[in-house]
């Protein structure tokens, strides 16, 4: 199995945003992760589609996009024009998630849903079929810097039980508290993309912090 690492943007030096996409292209990361927040959704507010775009003319990578959003269907097509790759919006956020779910697939982007803390997997049983990817938050969305919630094991177990003969090949992404500390753990439990800001933009070597977290998941053995 590929284990993913995908650095967030948001902890960028968006002084030198060029040189940090250009970073993230000769590390070992796999994907640019890229969070956006309204202020609504979440109480926080990060950027949309200019700085989006920005970072799509320098990057090699695909960018996987979170929408932490209300309404995304206004804002799906023109994310993915913006060069989204992948689309992951909030089950909490969205009242008609399949029909959600088919825009992002028919704007040419894979579908992904995430979860808050609180929110059950067993409420995605009836569109799991459709997605290409599920984001267990691991903390509360809107804030960079928190701890992580330990229950996330648990949830990633009872994703992993749920996608079993019906979608093995779903991707299962964790997203906040990631770092060198716990990703092992996260492996085990049976995830395979991780989401790192600070973890990663924090070091004094960006490169080197991603190379060391490739090589703790390729030590470690899922269950």
Known sequence: MKYLIAPSILSADFANLQSDVEMINQSEADWFHVDVMDGVFVPNISFGFPIMAAV???????????????????????????????????????????????????????????LNPHTPVTLLQDVIEDLDLVLIMSVNPGFGGQAFIPNTYKKIQDLKRLIQGVNEDLIIEVDGGVGLQNIAHLVSAGANAFVAGNAIFATETPTETIAKMKQLTNDSISI
């Open 56 to 114: 799509k003319k320098y990057a090699t990578k695909p960018l996987d996009v979170h929408l932490m959003i209300v309404e995304p269907d206004k804002f799906i097509p023109e994310f993915a024009k913006a060069g989204a790759d992948r689309i992951t919006v909030h089950y909490e956020a969205c009242t008609h998630l399949h029909r959600t779910i088919q825009l992002i697939k028919a704007s040419g982007c894979k579908a992904g849903v995430a």
